[in-house]
């Protein structure tokens, strides 16, 4: 206790949320898990064993490795086409990661934008925003994902579009409120008095304050958003053969449960793990952050 | 709530219908290209035929015209005719709504009835093994994609145990004289046991497979909610003056806990829709969630459409309610 208070002197707010992240086991653990997996999308195409769109009827729903008729050299099994599961699902890692990240990142920065110039400016321009996130929150996330999509036609694209679309919502709420908050604080009144430009508060004495809370949702969103990509192209709206996604691998092994489980168990498991890590790394950040969240 | 938040509540949800219909309808602006040439597809069609569907469609009006006749039309219940179907929107949606119906509602029940008494448990036995196991179920729960979720239970139900069937919403025995359309309730009227039991059976895995997930969510707010509540100085008081155990669980604790739950139900009720269409897709399960995926397909846009927004009022109003709800558990939300 003492050693906390002791620090609390000397450090900043952020390196003591690091401090204490770096304190959580399970966060840390499901960090590394994130590392690998992206290092696995990013390296894809040096790591893959084979061609992930090789079809070879010969190897056709060919078991894993340690099943008997499986080989090693395909160690997850081969799908419907003889393709083989472990060069896709590295294939798809890029395509579901990817996604996630990208979706993400450009939410984030149009939510960041608009919530700050909401929050700030008020009055009709805040009004018009807010409404249009209402309306937009009006949808449920995969309805309007689903009808969108649908209207817009398949393709990938179109599904970082769509999700775009939607996603930047959330962190236009947060940004809007926390700014919404500092704008009260004597810092930014202080500024103001001072005669800083309206750009030059919120770039320098608003973002900076609420920055963190926002980043930290956007983490845990990543994960909705690879849920929402796989589930678009469980359907058949995202990627378009022989591209894989851990989504569409999954849908291949609808038709093939009886006679190869294993052609929708991996790429549903990939999922699960990388969701579940980036919900506990996001989690770890929010109670390290922002505990008023946790 | 008073008379003038109500009025305000109200003016706010009128705004938000009127735009999602506004949305809803500028998503068919998004179709690449001209509608009619993509609904018609590889089928010949003379000049004269695609004219008069373009006309049928007002796709030869300007667009502020056309969102006119939308919106008149839509909130007197005509969403135009499905091209697909040879009949109109409505009458094809109504006939998938009861399935989706019957299948949203025990989906609920099984997440209420498995999230919130485990919430609770949790939340009062704090890092106890029952709040361990569900802690770790729910993080589970809500990080595993949904239309696996299916699969896992249709291998491990059907294709393994054949305990369950894969498809389907009813077996061969013939659906009872349809009343409410709900097969559970109708063979209940007509008092037939066996069409009860089959129609239990097929509901079970794609129930189930919304039920878990949106369980987990339930039980993570109910936890948190009670955690929270049990903190609070009431709470201390009640206990200081001797007030028993349950009398303050009861009394305290599960009113203020329950309003949290209320909220991320609708919430998550919003979420079952739009899983519906996925589930139903899956289980064959003929509602109206399957409908708009095969519509998605065969290019049907007017039905997508009416679905969409049917969808999104139903989520709107839903929220609406459970914003009241709340608001009439807890007096401090009313301000």
């Known amino acids: 206790m003492s050693a906390v208070t002791a620090d609390a002197g000397l450090a900043s707010p952020s390196r003591l949320a690091w401090r204490s992240f770096r304190r959580d086991s399970t966060a840390l653990i499901s960090c590394v898990i994130i590392v690998i997996a992206c290092a696995i999308a990013i390296l894809a195409p040096f790591i893959m064993p084979h061609d992930p769109a090789d079809a070879d009827l010969l190897r056709r729903l060919q ?3 340690w099943m008997e008729g499986g080989e090693w050299a395909y160690p997850l099994g081969c799908d419907q086409l003889g393709r083989d599961i472990l060069s896709r699902l590295i294939a798809g890692a890029r395509i579901s990661l990817g996604v996630g990240f990208a979706v993400v990142a450009a939410s984030t920065a149009i939510g960041l934008g608009l919530g700050v110039l909401a929050g700030t400016a008020r009055g009709a321009l805040d009004a018009v925003i807010s409404r249009f996130a209402d309306i937009l929150l009006g949808f449920p996330y995969l309805v309007f994902a689903i009808g969108l999509m649908g209207m817009m036609g398949p393709g990938l694209d179109n599904i970082v579009l769509t999700l775009v679309l939607k996603e930047w919502v959330v962190p236009f709420r947060i940004a809007r409120g926390e700014t919404l908050g500092v704008s009260r604080l004597d810092y930014v009144e202080a500024a103001r008095a001072v005669g800083a430009s309206r750009l030059a508060i919120m770039r320098g004495e608003i973002l900076p304050n609420i920055l963190s809370p926002v980043l930290v949702v956007a983490t845990i969103r990543v994960a909705h958003v690879i849920i929402m990509e796989a589930s678009l192209s469980f359907l058949g709206l995202g990627v378009q053969p022989p591209a894989a996604s851990w989504g569409s691998m999954v849908a291949d092994g609808r038709e093939f449960l009886a006679d190869g489980w294993w052609v929708s168990t991996a790429p549903g498991l990939a999922i699960l793990i990388v969701v579940l890590a980036i919900n506990l790394a996001g989690q770890g950040l929010r109670e390290a952050f922002d505990p008023r969240l946790a | 709530m008073t008379v003038q938040r109500l009025v ?30 993509v609904m018609l597809g590889d089928q010949r069609a003379s000049p004269e035929q695609i004219a008069s569907l373009r006309h049928d469609m007002g ?15 839509a909130v007197h219940g005509d969403f135009g005719r499905s091209f697909f179907h040879r009949r109109p929107v409505l009458d094809v949606i109504l006939e998938r709504l009861p399935a989706t119906i019957e299948l949203t509602v025990a989906a609920t029940l099984i997440a209420l009835a498995i999230g919130i008494p485990l919430g609770l448990f949790a939340g009062i036995r704090r890092n106890g093994v029952v709040d361990r196991l569900a802690s770790l179920g729910s993080l589970v729960g ?10 896992l239970l249709m291998l491990a139900f059907s294709v393994s145990l054949h305990l369950l069937p894969v498809s389907g919403r009813t077996g061969y025995g013939g659906e009872p004289p349809a009343v409410t359309h709900l097969l559970l309730v109708d063979s209940l009227i007509a008092g037939r046991p066996d069409a009860f039991v089959e129609a239990l059976r097929h509901l079970a895995l794609p129930a189930l497979t919304l039920a878990l997930p949106m369980a987990a969510v339930l039980m993570r707010v109910t936890r948190g909610a009670v955690i929270e509540v049990m903190k609070a100085d009431y709470v201390t008081f009640a206990e200081a003056k001797g007030l028993s155990r349950p009398r303050i669980l009861g009394l305290h604790v599960l009113k203020n806990a329950l309003a949290p739950a209320i909220n991320v139900a609708a919430i998550e009720i919003g979420v079952l829709l739009g899983g519906n269409m996925i589930v139903e897709t899956i289980f064959g399960w003929p509602g109206l969630g399957r409908l708009v995926v095969e519509a998605i397909f065969s290019r049907n846009y007017p039905l997508v459409q009416a679905a969409v927004l049917l969808y999104a009022v139903t989520f709107v109003i839903l929220n609406f309610i459970a914003d009241a709800l709340q608001g009439a558990l807890n007096p401090r939300l009313r301000a």
């Not at chain 2, 796709?59 to 039309?73: E, K, M, N, Q, T």
């Not at chain 2, 809500?142 to 699969?151: Q, R």
């Open chain 1, 63 to 65: 078991p894993p490795g």
């Open chain 2, 8 to 37: 305000e509540k109200l003016g706010h949800l009128l705004v938000v219908l009127f735009g999602t219909s506004v949305l809803t309808f500028a998503m068919t602006l998004a179709t690449p290209g001209d509608p009619v040439t």
């Open chain 2, 142 to 151: 809500v990080s595993v994609p949904g239309f696996w979720l299916a699969l």
């Open chain 2, 59 to 73: 796709l030869d009006l300007p667009v502020i015209s056309r969102f006119g006749a939308f919106l008149w039309h």
